[in-house]
């Protein structure tokens, strides 16, 4: 474990090799790839070009990667104090000021490409971007922490719609599942940390909750998510968004059911709840617009 003046250097030893992979752990690699995968495959699916597709996706990982370090620069004092595993900064293989460094320098890249992607596209993304910031650095202790959710989750599909030609608004129902998905996926972040977060003193709103009520809120935005992608696009949902729709209830309840015993069942069940939500997202990718 480093201590907060080995942090803010990087730790003595640390090679730049070392120092990169460190700056790759702290950026919250997993949500930051989903994220930007999603988003792509959305762009392309949605009808952008190969050009366009690319722009997206970059400013999509520049935004996310923003966040991400960001949020670990911003912690990493009570992180090191607390002996956090997992989070490079503690462990001092990278340094606090490279990580806020890095944080600013992908944020400057955000900013022209997403307003390469149109004026619109670009103040939508970069609204839900700095969300996340507002996240970061205030809201995630405050029983609000769930709006930058909303907010950031929101503005991705609508980002991929405004960067269609013509820049068309999004349909109503693609912004609103991606609401409540960023509803579900703040919940889910928090689930498996509750009872640390809690020693720590953290106070967003699933801890408020507590951690039965965050369990068995959890499904309840997916599964609306769910019923949104499904039913909200004109015309008949047809047998695939009702058979999605119906897999995802069903499984939320036996998520329910058997979370009370199994807390694991629960987290499980919601993940799979959200792999249909993905799914019926990009089944519905070409009418975002
Ligand atoms: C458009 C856009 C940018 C959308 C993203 C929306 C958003 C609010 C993302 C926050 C992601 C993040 C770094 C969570 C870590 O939370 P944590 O501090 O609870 O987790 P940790 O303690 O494990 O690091």
């Known amino acids: 474990m480093g201590t907060p003046e080995q942090s803010t250097v990087g730790g003595p030893a640390a090679s730049w090799a070392g120092r990169v992979g460190g700056l790759a752990g702290s950026c919250h690699p997993g949500p930051v790839a989903a994220v930007t995968a999603l988003m792509t495959a959305l762009a392309v699916t949605a009808g952008q070009g190969a050009a366009r597709c690319v722009l997206t996706a970059a400013a999509v990982l520049t935004g996310q990667l923003s966040v991400g370090w960001c949020n670990d620069a911003y912690d990493a004092r009570r992180d090191i104090t607390a002996g956090r595993r997992g989070k490079p900064v503690v462990d ?56 930058p959710y909303a907010v950031g989750f929101a503005a991705l599909p609508a980002f991929v719609a405004l960067g269609l030609p013509g820049q068309p608004w999004p349909a109503w129902w693609v912004v609103t599942a991606g609401a409540l998905l960023g509803v579900g996926a703040h919940l889910g972040d928090v689930l498996p940390d509750i009872h640390g977060d809690l020693a720590t003193g953290v106070r967003g709103w699933p801890h408020r909750l507590g951690p039965d009520g965050a369990r068995l809120l959890l499904p309840v935005p997916l599964v609306a998510a769910s019923a949104v992608l499904a039913l909200g696009p004109a015309g008949p949902p047809g047998r695939w968004g009702i058979a999605a729709l119906a897999v995802a209830g069903l499984v939320a309840v036996a998520g329910t059911v058997l979370g009370r015993r199994w807390e694991r069942a629960a987290f499980a069940a919601a993940v799979a709840v959200a792999v249909v939500d993905v799914a019926l997202l990009l089944l519905r990718g070409t009418g975002i617009a």
């Open 92 to 147: 001092g293989t990278v340094g606090v000021t490279e990580v806020w460094m890095a944080a600013y320098g992908a944020l400057a890249l955000c900013v022209p490409l997403s307003f390469a992607c149109g004026l619109w596209a670009g103040a939508v993304h970069l609204t839900g971007v700095a969300a996340a910031w507002a996240y970061d650095l205030w809201l995630k202790a405050t029983a609000w922490s769930w709006a």
